[in-house]
């Protein structure tokens, strides 16, 4: 009965996507990529999910920032080498809203997102999503999913999951930064609900 169960859910969230890419061509194939991560990303431990959830998130900035800025090939990768000025995960946040890629809000969050990264990186102690810091630090998130998710773990991978939607819209379009956004926004608060009822 649950493998029926897990098939009719399925069934429907192929069908949102289907629906999502006529409307908006591309979309299917972001959420795709979407699907894999989030998945992957529950496979982790929670300091592997926390890493590797701020690792998706900045490759996809990145791939973002990349299309905005003006530059040769080689002075992008100076930009965004190691040492460069936007060598790491806050200098793109910031470059990131100055630019106007991100609004406030998405940007607070992303910030947030950062601390629980930085608290999971450097903890010498054992750490998981319920531990007190971690646990204050989700609770601050302002996009927390509407439906499903009721664990830390669950809240924090929903909140990264609807920002990597957001930034993997920009990306497929960068020419139509404002209305893709607005769109993706709603596409994946509709998404997001319908993989949070495929997770029960």
């Keep these: 009965m649950k493998d029926k169960n897990y098939a009719n859910k399925f069934k429907v969230l192929l069908a949102t996507i289907k629906e999502l890419d006529k409307e908006n061509p591309g979309l299917e194939k972001i959420m795709h990529e979407n699907i894999s991560i989030r998945f992957s990303l529950n496979e982790e431990t929670d300091r592997g999910c926390a890493l590797l959830a701020v690792s998706f998130l900045e490759q996809s900035i990145e791939k973002c920032l990349s299309n905005k800025l003006i530059g040769s090939k080689n002075h992008k990768k100076l930009l965004f ?20 890629l991100i609004d406030k809000v998405e940007f607070e969050e992303l910030q947030k997102i950062r601390q629980i990264r930085n608290l999971f990186a450097h903890s010498y102690e054992p750490i998981t999503f319920e531990s007190n810091e971690i646990s204050k630090r989700v609770n601050l998130l302002k996009l927390k999913p509407r439906k499903s998710a009721k664990t830390n773990r669950s809240i924090f991978i929903s909140t990264v999951f609807y920002l990597l939607g957001i930034f993997q819209g920009l990306e497929s379009k960068e020419k139509e930064f404002e209305l893709i956004k607005k769109v993706s926004e709603t596409d994946m608060e509709k998404f997001r609900d319908v993989i949070e009822e495929l997770e029960k």
């Design 81 to 100: 080498d190691f040492n460069g000025p936007l060598g790491n995960f806050s200098n793109k946040l910031s470059i990131s809203y100055s630019v106007g």
